[in-house]
C-alpha cells in the first residue's frame, strides 16, 4: 500500500484519473473545490473508491452531510495517526469484496 499526497481537490482528481486508487483521506476544508465538492466528484466517476473524511470541531456538521454522500467515514481534526490507520484500513477491506464482485 502506497500514499500519495496532494494539496488540492483538482489535483486529487487528476491523480485518481491516472492511478488506481482504493482510499482516499480527504480534507473537507481546501482551497478551490472543498472537500464535499470532491467526494460528490469521486463518487460520480469512481464509485468504488471509499472516502474518509478529516473535519474540524467547527464542521461537524460538514462531516455528517459527507456521510450522507457516501463517505466512509469521518474523523475529527486533529487526529492520531493511530485513530486514522484502523479506518483507513476498515475502508480498504470494505471495498476489496465490492472491486471483485463487480469484476
Same mark, same amino acid.
Given at each position: /500500500?502506497?500514499?500519495?499526497? &496532494? ?10 484519473? #491516472?492511478?488506481?486508487?482504493?482510499? &482516499?483521506?480527504?480534507? &473537507?476544508? /481546501? +482551497?478551490? /473545490? *472543498? ?11 469512481? +464509485? ?12 461537524? =456538521?460538514?462531516?455528517? #452531510?459527507? /456521510?450522507?454522500?457516501?463517505?466512509? *467515514? ?8 493511530? =485513530?486514522?490507520? +484502523?479506518?483507513? =484500513? ?12 463487480? #469484476?
Amino acid at each position: /500500500m502506497a500514499a500519495v499526497g &496532494v494539496t488540492g481537490g483538482r489535483e486529487a482528481l487528476d491523480k485518481l484519473s #491516472q492511478h488506481s486508487v482504493d482510499v &482516499v483521506v480527504l480534507d &473537507v476544508r /481546501m +482551497p478551490g /473545490m *472543498d472537500g464535499l465538492e470532491v467526494l460528490q466528484e469521486i463518487k460520480k466517476r469512481w +464509485p468504488l473508491v471509499e472516502v474518509i473524511l478529516l473535519t474540524g470541531h467547527a464542521s461537524v =456538521e460538514s462531516g455528517l #452531510q459527507g /456521510m450522507e454522500l457516501r463517505a466512509f *467515514d469521518y474523523v475529527m481534526k486533529p487526529c492520531k495517526l493511530t =485513530e486514522l490507520l +484502523p479506518k483507513i =484500513e476498515q475502508a480498504y477491506e470494505r471495498k476489496c469484496p465490492r472491486e471483485k464482485a463487480r #469484476q
